[in-house]
């Protein structure tokens, strides 16, 4: 018996110690082809691009928009041409990038390249697997379901919502400038002026949050008067954790996920615990909404607009086979509550710091905003009451200012709210390109000829590249200037680009932004209530610095990226 047992154990040993080795063996086997083999077969190998020690990367490089316009004008206009490549995690990681619109448009648009897993991954882990990380036919499928939900007429109906969280916002900020201006009074400051600091990132943030609460889901987030509504908390936390992650802890969360659930650190609990929140409020929403709208028998006149309603009333009108399931409704308004809030609050907060800077633009555009007969929004009140139901049926009137149009623009041009985006090939490819690309060899790849590409290469899109791009804009380019959109040059407007003209902040192709008129009919609304009312200049011996994550986000360089922040001086107007 014992020496069955023992016969036993050592053959397990040794089919361990088999598997063991094969393991081993694999992984040696693949390391191999990953630093050593694959590098030398790469074609990217033989483009043109920076170089650096085996285990060093260009991340910082490519990802830090603090860096980066001076970086990418040196690449590709003095060093290596509109084509090059760069290293990923270390020498052997070719990663394409390339400041050829013939190049951009092949990869936006052909079905070959989608975005990484990792990139997928890490949205996927905070908003679901919503529109904006899908990919092949599914991605069509959820795109056109949801279409419905941001035509322009849809975009419209929304509008009061804009005006009347705008008018609130201006509110907020009278009184605490009234309070501040009341304080100073009461310490004999009789001269003081009627300002005060305020961190408008914060504020905005607030504001459009609410904003999408109501247009998006017909529900009262109430963050401009309190931030402690569970959802907005949920959220807030969420993201402040994700902002403050080292790198490392990306790395675990993308390649070793399963520690969150074995051995969670604090913010991982967080993290789940707000997940949570907002998965069941999300649900809870979502059958009270379907509740009504069987109701009400498919009534597709009735007064809601909310983007929830109007996907819950085209789905259950839709082929069952194309309907969306709770989860997936979820996962939708999760990520368009991220991309319809923060980024569209980012927008506005830059713009404003940008007026701060440029006096004159922000003298100009608000003369514009008031001298126009049409808008309700030159009769300033400083009461709560405001104009709302006037203010919107000028909403088309000022949607459409040419100086704020443009002012709107050049923001999204200087400072796009999303720096970049990956796409990896998921086969091998050639690549065609408008501008000739010297190889490394000597070798011309010239105009209308290929670059080849393997399955697996990654391809950066340097979407605030482009935007800055010197051959587009001029040798100003890197400069904030509004007047341009008075006199582009025809090159400068590529039919392919929604919403805004060679402008890439809303991407282009399939995966564009499907919100784009939403978001650009918010910041125009919402700067034209608060132009009219406010002076914002900078505060002194503050510098602003801008931190990449996902979204571009400002920080007062003095107290380090950790704190996501944009003070300003906010003055109430005089005329």
């Known amino acids: ?110 079905p070959i390249y989608e975005k990484p897993w990792q990139t997928r991954s890490y949205i996927g882990r905070l908003l679901g697997q919503g529109v904006f990380n899908m990919e092949g036919a599914e991605h069509k499928r959820l795109r056109k379901l949801i279409g419905p939900a941001f035509t322009a007429q849809a975009v419209k109906g929304m509008t009061p919502i804009f005006v009347q969280k705008a008018e609130e916002l201006r509110d907020r900020w009278d009184a605490l400038i009234s309070a501040n201006a009341s304080n100073a009074f009461n310490s004999n400051e009789l001269h003081a002026p009627a300002s005060k600091t305020l961190d408008v990132q914060h504020w905005v943030s607030r504001t459009t949050f609410d904003i999408f609460g109501l247009a998006g889901l017909d529900y009262h987030f109430n963050a401009l008067q309190d931030e402690s509504e569970a959802v907005y908390s949920a959220y807030r936390r969420m993201f402040s954790i994700s902002d403050k992650a080292s790198k490392w802890r990306v790395l675990k969360q993308l390649y070793l996920p399963v520690l969150e659930k074995i051995c969670p650190d604090e913010d991982d609990k967080v993290t789940q615990r707000c997940r949570e ?33 109007l996907l819950i009333k085209s789905n259950l009108s ?60 030159s009769k300033r009140d400083n009461t709560s009451s405001g104009s709302s139901t006037s203010s919107v049926m000028q909403a088309d009137t000022i949607e459409t200012l040419p100086f704020l149009d ?103 192709g399939p995966h564009s932004c499907p919100g784009f008129r939403f978001a650009l009919s918010e910041i125009k609304l919402i700067l034209a209530t608060l132009l009219p009312q406010f002076v914002f200049s900078p505060v002194e011996g503050l510098a602003i610095g801008k931190y990449n994550s996902v979204v571009v986000k400002p920080f007062v360089r ?16 005089a005329d």
Not at 95 to 106: C, K, N
Not at 348 to 377: F, G, N
Request: charged share 20%.
């Open 406 to 508: 443009a002012v709107v623009r050049e923001t999204l041009r200087v400072i796009p709210p999303v720096h970049g985006t990956v796409r990896v090939a998921t086969a091998d490819d050639l690549i065609p390109v408008s501008h000739p690309v010297v190889l490394r060899n000597g070798k011309i790849i010239r105009e209308q000829e290929h670059i080849r590409i393997h399955k697996g290469s990654f391809v950066h899109i340097p979407l605030e590249g482009i935007n800055l791009s010197e051959d587009i804009w001029g040798s100003d380019a890197r400069q904030f200037n509004p007047n341009r959109w008075s006199a582009l040059p025809a090159t400068a407007k590529p039919p392919s680009f929604p919403g805004l003209a060679n402008v890439m902040s809303f991407s282009f």
């Open 277 to 309: 929140t907002i998965r069941q409020s999300g649900i809870d929403l979502i059958q009270s909404k379907r509740g009504i709208s069987m109701a009400e028998k498919l009534d597709f006149s009735s007064e809601e607009k909310d983007i929830l309603s």
């Open 558 to 573: 003095e107290m380090g990226s950790g704190t996501i922040q944009l003070p300003l001086n906010v003055t109430r107007y």
């Open 1 to 110: 018996m014992e020496s069955t047992v023992f016969r036993g154990l050592s053959l397990f040993a040794n089919a361990l110690g088999v598997v063991s080795a094969l393991v081993i063996a694999r992984g040696i086997l693949w390391l191999v082809n990953l630093f050593l083999v694959a590098p030398r077969s790469d074609p990217l190998r033989n483009l043109p691009g920076p170089d650096a020690p085996a285990f060093t990367s260009h991340f910082d490089e490519v990802n830090d928009p603090d860096i980066t316009p001076v970086v990418f004008h040196d690449w590709a206009t003095n060093l290596f041409g509109k084509t090059f490549r760069y290293h990923g995690y270390g020498k052997h990681d070719y990663r394409l990038m390339s400041f050829d619109l013939r190049v951009l448009s092949h990869v936006l648009n052909s």
């Open 318 to 377: 839709n082929e069952p086979s194309n309907r969306l399931s709770d989860s997936e409704l979820l996962d939708q308004l999760s990520s368009f509550l991220f991309a319809g809030s923060d980024s569209t609050a980012l927008t506005i907060s830059w713009c404003l710091h940008l007026l701060s800077l440029y006096p004159e633009v922000q003298k100009r555009l608000r003369a514009e905003i008031m001298s126009d007969p049409a808008s309700t929004t």
